[in-house]
C-alpha cells in the first residue's frame, strides 16, 4: 500500500465506549497529525508527532488521547466521547515538520458518530 | 485573531472558468496552499503560493497578492470530476497552518 490508510473508515459508538482510530503512512514522513473536519468548518489541528514525539496538543480534551508508536503508525483513542465530538477525523503525514514548503498528505479520514 | 475567508459554495458549468478567492489576516505569512477534497475522500495538494503572481499547472492557476492578503485559484475548462470542496490555508509567522472552511464547488452539464 502506498500514501495515508486509516481505519476503521466510519465507526458508531455509544459514549461510554472506549475505541481507536489507526493511521499508517508509507511515505517515509517523520511527521504526523491528526484534524478534526466538521462540516463548514475549517480544519482544526488536534495533535502533532514529529520523530514520534508529540509537539502539539491544542487544548484537545482528555477524552482523546493520541499514540505514535513509530513514525508509521498513528492511533486515535477514544473514550467517554459526547455527541459534539462527530464528525470526520482526518491523518495527515509530512516530511520535515511543520516548517518550509511541506506538504501535507492526508487519509480518507474515519467518519465517527457519537450516539 | 487569525481568519481565512472564502466563499461557502459556488456553481460553475462544464468547460467555463471559474475563480475561487480566498482572503486572509494571519499573523505573518510563510505560504499559502490550496487543496481539493472529493466528498468521503482525503484532501490531496494542488499549489502552493510564497511570492507574488501566478503560478500555473495544467488547467489550475493559483494567484497571491500579500500585499492584499489575497489569493485565488482558477480553474480552466471545468469538467464534472472537478466537483469538490477546495480549501485554502496560510502557514503564519509560527509556521502554522490556518485554514479556511473550505467552498464546495458545484459543476453543472
Known amino acids: 500500500e502506498t500514501g495515508v490508510t486509516q481505519t476503521p473508515r466510519h465507526l458508531v459508538m455509544g459514549m461510554t465506549n472506549k475505541k481507536s482510530l489507526k493511521c499508517e503512512q508509507h511515505?517515509?514522513?517523520?511527521?504526523m497529525y491528526w484534524y478534526k473536519q466538521s462540516a463548514k468548518k475549517p480544519l482544526e489541528l488536534m495533535f502533532v508527532?514529529?520523530?514520534?514525539?508529540?509537539?502539539e496538543n491544542n487544548s484537545v480534551p482528555s477524552r482523546f488521547s493520541p499514540e505514535c508508536p513509530n513514525s508509521s503508525h498513528l492511533f486515535l483513542h477514544l473514550h467517554t466521547l459526547q455527541p459534539e465530538d462527530s464528525a470526520l477525523y482526518l491523518c495527515a503525514s509530512s516530511q520535515d515538520g511543520q516548517s518550509g514548503a511541506n506538504v501535507l498528505t492526508f487519509g480518507a479520514g474515519s467518519r465517527l458518530t457519537v450516539l | 485573531g487569525q481568519n481565512i475567508d472564502q466563499p461557502t459554495e459556488m456553481t460553475a458549468t462544464e468547460g467555463a472558468i471559474v475563480q475561487i478567492n480566498c482572503t486572509y489576516q494571519?499573523?505573518?505569512?510563510?505560504?499559502l496552499f490550496w487543496y481539493q477534497q472529493h466528498a468521503g475522500e482525503a484532501p490531496t495538494f494542488l499549489s502552493y503560493?510564497?511570492l507574488d503572481g501566478l503560478e500555473e499547472k495544467g488547467r489550475f492557476s493559483s494567484f497571491l497578492s500579500r500585499s492584499k492578503g489575497y489569493s485565488y485559484l482558477l480553474l480552466k475548462e471545468l469538467q464534472m470530476k472537478d466537483s469538490a470542496s477546495y480549501l485554502c490555508a496560510v502557514k503564519d509567522s509560527n509556521y502554522q497552518l490556518i485554514w479556511g472552511a473550505g467552498t464546495k464547488l458545484i459543476i453543472k452539464p
Open positions: 503560493n510564497v
Open positions: 508527532y514529529s520523530l514520534e514525539e508529540r509537539v
Open positions: 494571519t499573523s505573518g505569512f510563510n505560504g
Open positions: 511515505l517515509g514522513h517523520n511527521a
